[in-house]
């Protein structure tokens, strides 16, 4: 079948189709417009952007149409190829949702990494005026603590705040993980797999945060 977009007469009449809940419309419009829609998109942002988040967004514009086909307003639109522009437009928002969710998970995800390898954090946490420390690595610890930890410690025992304390202040001896955890008695494959656990329950808890 022919890649090129129908013009405006099929975007009104495969419209039509949608919103009286037609069979086959929602074939009928994937295959007419995923491909010109993958590619408009992509030619419309850098090319360092995943192809993966592109098709992501054209196929969720698209199943989004065919959920509230009324989204559309056929009126709102000029040009031959009304429904396209709509879907670019809808696409090109739902890409850039996704860009941001990223880019807001992978801060989180750099930030905590970056603030446990930092010999000097726990310094920082203890006096902001600490002048040893880099200020990229102070600007993000701030910004862990203030805008992440309120929600990651929420619902927390006190036991794993602790622990969450020492992996802000870069302790890593499994040692004193365990006597927060009071599990100083435990054999020590015992404390190191208790500890793995809380710090991998931490470290999800902080990332999930940082999505805001």
Known sequence: MSDASPSRGQDLELHRQLVEGDAVAPSNLATKYLKPLIDAIRRANQPSISDEFIEEAVHLAIANLCKNPGSFDPSQMSGERPLLSYLKMSAQG?????????????????????????????????????????????????????????????????????????????????????????????????????????????????ERGSHG
Request: glycine share 4%; with cysteine.
């Open 94 to 206: 739902d890409l850039q949702n996704r860009l941001a969710s990223e880019q807001r998970h992978t801060r989180g995800r750099v930030s905590l990494d970056r603030v446990e390898q930092s010999s000097d954090a726990g310094k920082y946490l203890g006096r902001d005026d600490d002048p040893a420390l880099p200020l990229e690595i102070r600007e993000e610890a701030e910004q862990v603590r203030r805008e992440i930890l309120p929600i990651v410690v929420d619902g927390l025992t006190k036991e794993e705040t602790d622990c969450l304390e020492l992996m802000m202040q870069n302790v890593r001896q499994t040692a004193e993980y365990a006597r927060a955890l009071h599990i100083e008695h435990l054999p020590k494959r015992q404390q190191a797999a208790e500890v793995k656990r809380v710090k991998d329950k931490l470290k999800k808890r902080i």
